[in-house]
Nanobody, 121 residues
C-alpha cells in the first residue's frame, strides 16, 4: 500500500513561515521525483516545487526565493520550507511522487490527501 502523508499546514499571518512534511511509504523513495503542488479555490492545481532523485530542484516563479524543497531519503520524507508567506499562497498543498523507467514506460504517480495552508491577517 502506497501512502503519502502530509503534515504541517495551518493558519499563519502574512510574512510568517511554515514547514510542510510528507512521509512516503510503500515505494523505493530514493528513486522518485518528489513534488509539492497547490490548488487554490477557482484555480487549477499548479506545481510549486520539485526535487529529482538526484537532488535537482525547480520552483514556480511565484515562490522563488521564499520556498525551499528538500528531501531526506533516510526518512522517506520531503519537506517544503515556506517563508515570507503571502495571502495568495493560501491553498491546499499536495505531495506527489513520480517515477518512470523511460519516456514510453508506464509511470508511477502517487498523491497525498493534502494539507491546508491559510495565510491571513
Amino acid at each position: 500500500q502506497v501512502q503519502l502523508v502530509e503534515s504541517g499546514g495551518g493558519l499563519v499571518q502574512p510574512g510568517g513561515s511554515l514547514k510542510l512534511s510528507c512521509v512516503a511509504s510503500g515505494i523505493i523513495f530514493r528513486l522518485y521525483t518528489m513534488g509539492w503542488y497547490r490548488q487554490a479555490p477557482g484555480k487549477q492545481r499548479e506545481l510549486v516545487a520539485v526535487i529529482s532523485s538526484g537532488g535537482t530542484t525547480d520552483y514556480a516563479d511565484s515562490v522563488k526565493g521564499r520556498f525551499t524543497i528538500s528531501r531526506d531519503n533516510a526518512k522517506n520524507t520531503v519537506y517544503l520550507q515556506m517563508i515570507s508567506l503571502k495571502p495568495e499562497d493560501t491553498a491546499v498543498y499536495y505531495c506527489n511522487a513520480f517515477m518512470r523507467l523511460s519516456k514510453d514506460s508506464t509511470p508511477y504517480n502517487y498523491w497525498g490527501q493534502g494539507t491546508q495552508v491559510t495565510v491571513s491577517s
